[in-house]
């Protein structure tokens, strides 16, 4: 069983690796969740977190919001792609649910501290809040567990601009703390994301039936659907965040390669680049990450609609 803090900017797909994270019990135990500006602001995400676990019946789990900005650059949304309250624009569920009184970097320190070894950070936003963390207090980097992280991009294109991944791109500062701290890190990248999609098919089956979570993703799957795309285009839907969710209980989904990486804050056109050196020789410094190299998509696929299958 796997101890877990979910660092979020919900997020369409956010969303849903909140309901496999839920849907995962013998696996995952979520500690807490953190929030962070992001696909929109923390002032949507904050609301958006309490509305999906209210939704999926679990306000016992705390939520601490986190920071409204990023620490160095302007902000920079996703709001065209996961509508402006971030779950394409469906009403969020009403909750009574608050956060909690400490901030999401202060969180994050209390629970690494309390019990050394054992907490995984699992962010899946830009690393505002993570970076945040580290430099209050330092020693969660030996305390940690392990962060399994979604984001950047190493050999292939970016998502935001033509060489960055959306979340390292929104805080490429942040994210080269959180690279540099040397703590183990698994990085989700869109190496492996990008391919790793549900069909419009298996959303039909997968909320063919059932109660409110399916009824909800069903909404914000039928927004996806409905944005305006090429007509030759296939509708897939990239499952990042949920992919990276579940690579924390099942590692063996990625074939991993540890390497050095870092991340470009100086380019004209390359601010954000993840800059992996899959070559040993050429690295500049010991492996810092563990790279994804493969992925088995199909086997994801089919763990992710069993298991929220059931929701
Ligand atoms: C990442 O960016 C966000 O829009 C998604 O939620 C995911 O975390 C993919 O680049
Ligand atoms: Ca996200």
């Not at 979910?6 to 135990?29: C, E, M, Q, Y």
């Not at 992001?38 to 705390?62: C, M, S, Y």
């Not at 409905?226 to 063996?252: I, S, Y």
């Amino acid at each position: 069983l796997q101890r877990i803090i979910l660092d979020t900017d919900p997020g369409i797909d956010d969303a849903l690796a909140f309901f496999l994270a839920l849907a995962s019990p013998d696996d995952i135990k979520l500690e807490a969740v953190t929030t962070v500006s992001g696909n929109v602001g923390v002032e949507e995400t904050t609301p958006n977190a309490l509305a999906l676990l209210t939704l999926a019946g679990r306000t016992d789990i705390p939520v601490a919001r986190g920071c409204s900005l990023p620490l160095v650059r302007e902000q920079v949304k996703a709001d065209y792609y996961h509508g402006h309250n971030g779950l394409g624009d469906v009403a969020r569920p009403a909750t009574t649910m608050q956060v909690v009184a400490q901030h999401a970097a202060q969180l994050i320190i209390e629970k690494v501290m309390q019990a050394p070894g054992e907490i995984t950070l699992v962010p899946i936003g830009p690393l505002t809040n993570i970076a945040m963390a580290l430099r209050l207090e330092p020693r969660i980097a030996q305390n940690v567990r392990e962060v399994v992280i979604m984001g950047g991009a190493l050999r292939v294109p970016g998502n935001t601009t033509p060489t960055a991944e959306f979340n390292i791109y929104a805080d490429p500062h942040a994210a080269q703390i959180v690279f540099q701290a040397g703590w183990p890190i698994r990085l989700v990248s869109l190496d492996v994301t990008e391919i790793t999609c549900l069909r419009p098919q298996d959303f039909a089956e997968l909320t063919a039936s059932g109660g409110p979570v399916k009824s909800f993703i069903r909404a914000m799957i039928d927004f996806h659907l409905r944005k305006p795309r090429p007509a030759n285009e296939v509708p897939l839907f990239q499952m990042h965040d949920p992919l990276c969710l579940a690579t924390v209980f099942q590692p063996g989904l990625i074939t991993w390669q540890p390497v050095y990486a870092d991340v470009e804050l100086n380019g004209t056109h390359t601010l954000g680049e993840t800059v992996a050196y899959f070559k040993a020789d050429e690295a500049p410094g010991a492996p810092n990450i563990q790279a994804p190299v493969a992925v088995d998509s199909a086997r994801f696929i089919k763990l992710f609609m069993e298991r929220v299958g059931k929701a």
